[in-house]
């Protein structure tokens, strides 16, 4: 979750939503995404939304943070009415969700349930830190109901590791994931990290062994982006550390590619895969696919019927305007035809399952379907007649793909 908050329009202080976006909602799937601002340093490659403690200031902790979304779940059903809507996916984010307790993870899926419901086979996931788990606590989170963890590895190279001022000893992530399997999580992923400054093919190497290793049932790989503001943004403007070259990214992520894909991992959106279907983040789906989904937590994002809003950025901030009784969200946007199918040309491009070819013609002057021949001709997308499916080379290229898709 980016910490910066765009513009927008303002929000009713009750949080209610347009009669438009409130007769779509039960039409799409419907998930909860609850951010949890909390870390216990501030990774310098990181621009997510997170307070250390010191960081916080007065009047925010840990300890009480659970009951503040809570109060937002109940905000939520009060803004969506009686309609049935039950929860498909919910996904812990953050931050290091499992710095707060067990319990009070536990407290906030069970808000979601009795207010909502949670839908039969739902999929409940939270972000974990290797060395903010243990054997006791992954039982305790399973048996409130949580059924897949994501581990943050990002490398399984120490000095990579002390770049992105990642704390966490390698050596855990393995029994972290063998005590999550004991503890009867369905599924494990693991989020992995490549092209940071003086990671050499070799390291690459050597953590995608460590990850297939733990055969995890789900891999997330990213190349590192260096964001304004932060610490590594500042090491790279001091010429202290080069920045990222998209060359190596590239090799990067075609060893990531093929490594992953002969271990039995299969791409279904450009930077994931899954040993199987079953397998795939439904959570994340769902945001490629266009569902709905309620963001909870301070700078936290929701769309719901065509209407996308964000919440307040600081945890005081949010704190506040819910001790208030009144929405914490800062700004909305109600999203036009137009822009909603851009945003699933944006989207949808980047899966497995590609796009329909029938989305792009009612795209700007409807001639984007004219652009299909050049692109198969390029190398970037499959030679096919109903769907825009990325080729390796096109996964490369993907902004370029959608750049001319949308020219």
């Not at 996904?91 to 290091?96: A, D, N, P, S, V």
Request: proline share 7%; charged share 25%.
């Amino acid at each position: 979750m980016p910490s910066a908050l765009p513009e927008g329009d303002p929000v009713p202080t009750d949080g209610s939503l347009p009669p438009e976006a409130l007769a779509e909602a039960g039409t799409r799937p419907f998930a909860f995404y609850v951010h949890v601002p909390f870390c216990r340093v501030r990774c310098g490659y990181c621009d997510f939304n997170t307070y250390t403690a010191e960081e916080l200031g007065p009047g925010v902790s840990r300890a009480s943070y659970a009951d503040q979304v809570v109060a937002e779940v109940r905000l939520a059903r009060r803004v969506l009415g009686e309609r049935d809507l039950p929860v498909d996916t919910v996904f812990l984010g953050g931050g290091t969700p499992t710095l707060l307790p067990p319990e009070d993870l536990g407290r906030v899926l069970r808000a979601i349930d009795d207010e909502f419901g949670l839908a039969p086979h739902a999929e409940v996931t939270t972000e974990a830190n290797p060395d903010s788990v243990d054997l006791s606590s992954l039982e305790r989170l399973r048996e409130a109901g949580y059924t897949r963890v994501s581990f943050g590895v990002q490398s399984a190279v120490p000095h990579v590791l002390a770049v992105l001022d990642r704390t966490h000893d390698p050596l855990r992530v393995p029994r972290m994931v063998e005590a999550a399997r004991a503890a009867g999580f369905e599924q494990v992923s693991l989020d992995l990290i490549y092209g940071t400054p003086g990671e050499s093919n070799d390291d690459w190497e050597e953590t995608l062994e460590a990850a297939l290793a733990c055969a995890p049932d789900h891999v997330s790989a990213y190349s590192l982006i260096v964001e304004d503001g932060t610490a590594l943004a500042r090491r790279v403007r001091r010429g202290e550390l080069p920045m990222p070259d998209d060359d190596d990214l590239a090799d990067k992520y075609v060893q990531a590619d093929e490594r992953l894909a002969a271990a039995g991992l299969g791409w279904y959106e450009v930077s994931n895969w899954a040993r199987d279907d079953a397998a795939r983040c439904r959570h994340n789906l769902g945001y490629w696919a266009g569902a709905d989904w309620w963001g909870i937590g301070p700078g936290a994002h929701s769309h719901v019927g065509g209407v996308r809003w964000w919440n307040v950025k600081h945890p005081v901030a949010y704190a506040g305007r819910l001790a208030e009784g009144v929405t914490p969200a800062h700004a909305r946007e109600v999203l036009d035809p137009q822009t909603r199918r851009v945003e699933r040309v944006l989207l949808e491009v980047r899966l497995r399952t590609g796009l329909p070819v029938d989305v792009l013609d009612g795209l700007g002057d409807g001639t984007a379907r004219a652009v299909l021949p050049g692109l198969v001709a390029d190398g970037l997308v499959e030679d096919r007649a109903d769907r825009v499916v990325l080729t390796l080379r096109g996964r490369l290229l993907a902004d370029g793909v959608v750049h001319r898709l949308l020219a």
